[in-house]
C-alpha cells in the first residue's frame, strides 16, 4: 500500500490501511491516522498529525513551516481530524509561537485546488474552500461554512457557523453565523437560507434567523440597542443565540 518510491522517515508513524503514492515524502514527526489515502508527489511535515480516512491529492504541502518571519524554528503543530480531503496544491501550514503554536483542522472538510490555510488558523466540520481560497494567520471558521473560489480572509478574522463567503470576496470583519458576505471588501448581503435548508434548518427557523438579520442590518439600530433585541428574541429562538455570541466576542467588528 505503500509506493517503493516513496520517501518516508522511519520516525513516521503509519496507521494500518494507509496507502502512498510515489516520490511522497513523510517527514520524522508525523501520524497518519487509518485508512488515510495520499496521493503522488505530496510533502507532509511536522509536527503533524493526521487522523482517519483523509484524502491528500498529488503536490500538497502539509505541516511545513509558517510564513512567518518571526518564527524561529519553534516546534510548533498541525492537528488534522478525520475525512477530510485536500486536493491538488493544497498548502496547510503549523502554528506559531505567537498564538496557541498549533494549526487545527476539524472534520468531514473539503479543501479544493490551490486553497491555503495559514498559521494558527483554527476550522470546524464540514468546511468547503473552493479553488484558490485563502486564509491570512490566526483565521478560525465555524462548522458548514462555505467560501467561494478566489475568496481571502485576513489574519485574526472570524467567520461564523453557515455563513457563505462568495466568489472573489475580501473579507476584512468578522462574518456572522447565516450570513452571506459578498464583494471586495466584503459586505453582508443577506442570510444563506439555501445552505441552512439543506442544513435542516425548518422554515420558522429561517424566518427567525432572516428575522434576525434585518433588526442587526436594516433597522438603523445602533449596534448596542440591535443586540439587546436579538438577546430577547434569543430566548425564545435558540438559533439566534449563536448569532449573538458571535457578534459579542467579535475582535474585528463584523461585516456591515
Known sequence: MIDSRAVIAPQAQIAAGVQIGPFTIIGPDVAVGAGTWIGPHV?????TRIGADNKIFQFA????????????????????????VFRESVTVNRGTTHDKGVTRIGNDNLLMAYSHVAHDCHLGDQIVMANCATLGGHVEIGDWVTMGGLSAVHQHTKIGSYSFIAHNAAVTRDVPPYVMAVGRPAAPHSVNSVGLQRRGFTAEQILNIRRAYRVLYRSGLKLKAALDELETAAASQPEIKPFVDFIRRSSRSIVR
Not at 43 to 47: H, S, T
Not at 65 to 82: F, H, N, V
Open 43 to 47: 510533502v507532509i511535515n511536522g509536527p
Open 61 to 84: 504541502s502539509i505541516g511545513d513551516a509558517p510564513q512567518d518571519k518571526k518564527y524561529r524554528g519553534e516546534p510548533t503543530r498541525l492537528e488534522i481530524g478525520d475525512r477530510n
